[in-house]
């Protein structure tokens, strides 16, 4: 199986590569040929949700055009994946971009979603001594509609005790723009969930966004909680 | 007035409302009990997402065919012995009310709560000639006695409140003197209104639907006083939003269903009242009058736009009581008597994009809302469509942000540039970074780093990348 | 300001129609019939047995006293509920149904006790009803439907059925035959239909579920707001 890896712009520049690294080698391990199209960039979210739709219609055929001969698009971000998705949408009066962008949304998943759903993958084989709570992305909950593949996955990492976070489908606060323009907001979200992880008592935090990632993890380095925070990819591929 | 409370500027109201810790804790509670109420109450349903999908249905064919089904409403109504009065603004309704109290020569109305009548701005429409009005909703009651306190939640307007607060206000303004026990409270209460009740000439109500096929209206409340209102006086005025009509009776069913369910997760309230015209023939109690007032107040600027399915609102609340937003900055913070996610919706609709201009931006687009609306409002995505038109059509967005976004979008769409910024940032940002987080960032991301780390950029060999051609090259 | 006038109404249509970018439209809409039936599913296989029950265990969420009886013991359990709510006054529905369930006997029994007053709901005297209804103590109905569901009750007001009985009395009574239930507010939402079809309905349909109560201060339920604030029915075993 031919898998092209939509890498995201927050793995491609923030944070060592062990997102892109764990996420390539997991496909492998699952009899995937990963190629990665060199020329993507970002899948339009930051223009999309700020109201430039012009902008990020750019930004979306760009994107179109450098998955277009791939067989399936995996993608390490509920979010991002949820972007390629909305494409669709972007294109109402353009119907042949609409009918490109349907078929990107068509073969484009969520890499949970992909071993869980296409690949049927329910353990990965991976092992980590921690105890970890895991952070339901809204994008990926709510919108993509992947809840239970992330939690499959990780109930079968051996040595993993997971605990489940309170009001695990609450907003952590990032929100892309959000995060700044509506700081004082923001932080109040934020602070929230670090309590709520705190008092889950888990070693490690897992989420499968980067933004949500960088957000909470921001506010748990600044406070200066002993937390990790760690990608599920980045789990999925410990042994 | 209108939908405006507050003369505070947005991030003034929101540091007041991160500021008051009775209130959060208040909103909080409430959100997470009425969360498990609302899926207990469900859960008897069978398939919710069904129930979503014919509401949804239901909603869109009525406002497709709103003219037809107002139409069809009014013809009814005079039937069966009503007036319809249509009022194309807040003033034209107003003054029919007026109009109205003042040839019943009526000098005490008694109201059961109605949002449409706070957004007209009813109440000190009619004590300008002189009227007593009484809310008799407990929460709208306690707001009315401390001094006119704007509500901050649509169907809990007292959410903010706290009973030793209400205790003092009763005190104050009706000389109690018992306890701060809500049942005390309430009992206050009910035999404060009972004597005003009895004493009402005009009882005034908003109304949850309308029913088309028999000039019906439906009212729907816990504590009664809907009823009362309904029942007592000689002259009864129902104020409805010209939206919130159904075609018949089976639809009311689906509707009021879902909507006592959404609110206070109830399979129904208490009461739910069907008054179909004023009393009939050999009927003793029930009003002799009955005025139907129509308004539209700027919904028809909604209809027939990208916005029109702001109008399927059946008011529950739902998105509120999911919001995190809200959660944290409360009711007040939204500037208007309709807060959270279809507050900041509906207020730039009905208001203006001056006034309510940072509401779409005041959510993390995290989808709760659009995720428990019963009749499936897209909530989230017309908070990005009120954005975009702030951007596109109302030249509303910042310069910087312009710019940025147009270099953002061409940066995005030409991979040479793109990577160049992704090795440039880094080098920009080494300075900043201590022990792998950037914690006093430079420009833009000074904002972030004022309350959260930033993880460092990577570079080089460690850029996945690096990695990833090395590794077609036979590296690891 | 006469009665049975439309004012501004073409022109508050028109502009709707203008809204919608159409003619208006007076005639030739039809309800379209609906692709989602979900509410004919709710306990669509339940008898008249298990609707008791399902009705019986709905009043325990919503503070109502559910009492059930075979036909020949009813005059005997309303005594025994007109005791516990602490008797003195009653007013009732001028109702066949109280002759044809026996009722009339006991109701006589208390009016000719002590101190204790009874009153029939009696067109002839007008407005008086409503201040006796007022300083009554019980108010007895019968329920004219009953949905299992949610533990209501339906009242059509007519002459001698008026409002006030169910509202203005500190305690109410419903009688409801066993016959009157049904599963949800979906069947009498039907027969209500289908009367208006038909010609009028009563002007005044009220779904009572249970006491008057209110949840505005600090969200403490409190029972008895405007409305009685005990509730207590009477299932006769009538078929």
Known sequence: ??????????????????????????????????????????????????????????????????????????????????MLHEYVHLFEDELEWKQKAEDLKNKSYELTQFLVDVLNVKDVGAKLEVKATYHTSCHMTRLLGVKTAPITLLKNVEGLKYTELPNKEQCCGFGGTFSVKMLPISEQMVDEKVQHITETDAEVLIGADLGCLMNIGGRINRQGKPIKVMHIAEVLNSR | MGIKIGEEKFFERVEKGINNDFMRKAVAGAQERMQGRRLDSISTLGNWEEWRNLAEEIRQHTLENLDFYLEQLTENVIKNGGNVFFAETAEDANDYIKSVVSKKNAKK????????????????????IGCEVIETDLGEWILQLDDHDPPSHIVVPALHKNKEQIRETFSEKRGYNKSSDPKELALFARETLRKDFLEGEVGITGCNFAVAESGSISLVTNEGNARLATTIPKTQITVMGMERIVPTWEELDILISMLARSAVGQKLTSYVTGLTGPKQKGDVDGPEEFH?????????????????????????????????????????????????????????LLGDYDEYKELPYASSLCAACTDVCPVKIPLHNLLIEHRRVMVENEGKAPFAEKLAMKGYAFAASTPTVYNMGTKTAPSVMGPYTKNGFISDGPGPVKLWTDIRDLPELSKGKDKFRTWFENRDKGGN | MTIGTAYNKDTFLDNIAKSLGRERKTIGVERPKWKHRPQYEVFKD??????????????????????????????????????????????????????????????????????????????????????????????????????????TVVLFSEKGKGRSVSLLPATYIAIIPKSTIVPRMTQAATKIHQMSQAGRIPSCINFISGPSNSADIELNLVVGVHGPIKATYIIVEDI
């Not at chain 2, 109305?109 to 300008?128: C, D, G, P, Y």
């Not at chain 3, 709901?121 to 439907?145: H, V």
């Open chain 1, 1 to 82: 199986m031919k898998v092209s890896l939509f890498l995201t712009c927050l793995a491609d520049v923030v944070y060592p590569a062990s997102v892109g690294k764990s996420t390539v080698e997991i496909l492998e391990r699952f009899g995937c040929e990963v190629d990665f199209p060199k020329k993507q960039t970002c899948c339009g979210q930051p223009a999309f949700n700020s109201g430039y739709h012009r902008e990020t219609k750019e930004v979306a055929k760009h994107m179109i055009n450098v998955f277009k001969d791939a067989e399936y698009v995996v993608s390490p971000s509920g979010s991002c994946t949820t």
């Open chain 2, 109 to 128: 109305i008694i109201k059961s709560k109605s949002m449409v009548t706070e957004e007209i701005s009813m109440n000190q429409a009619l004590e300008s």
């Open chain 3, 46 to 151: 339940l008898g008249q047995d298990e609707l008791l029950d399902e009705l019986e265990d709905q009043c325990g969420r919503i503070h109502t006293v559910c009492k059930r009886t075979q036909l020949t013991n009813l005059p005997h359990i309303v005594k025994e509920v007109i005791e516990e709510l602490g008797g003195k006054s009653i007013v009732s529905w001028k109702d066949p149904r109280f002759e044809e369930y026996q009722l009339v006997e006991v109701f006589n029994e208390f009016a000719n006790m002590d101190d204790n007053k009874f009153h029939v709901w009696d067109p002839e005297i007008g407005e008086e009803n409503i201040k006796i209804a007022e300083r009554a103590n019980i108010g007895i109905t019968f329920s004219d439907i009953t949905l299992a569901e949610s533990g």
């Open chain 2, 292 to 348: 139907l007032v129509i308004v539209d107040n700027g919904r028809s600027k909604i209809l027939g736009t990208q916005f029109q399915s702001a109008l399927q609102c059946i008011r529950c609340a739902a998105c509120i009581n999911v919001c995190p937003v809200y959660r944290h900055v409360g009711g007040h913070s939204y500037g208007s008597i309709y807060p959270g996610p279809i507050g900041a919706v509906l207020n730039p």
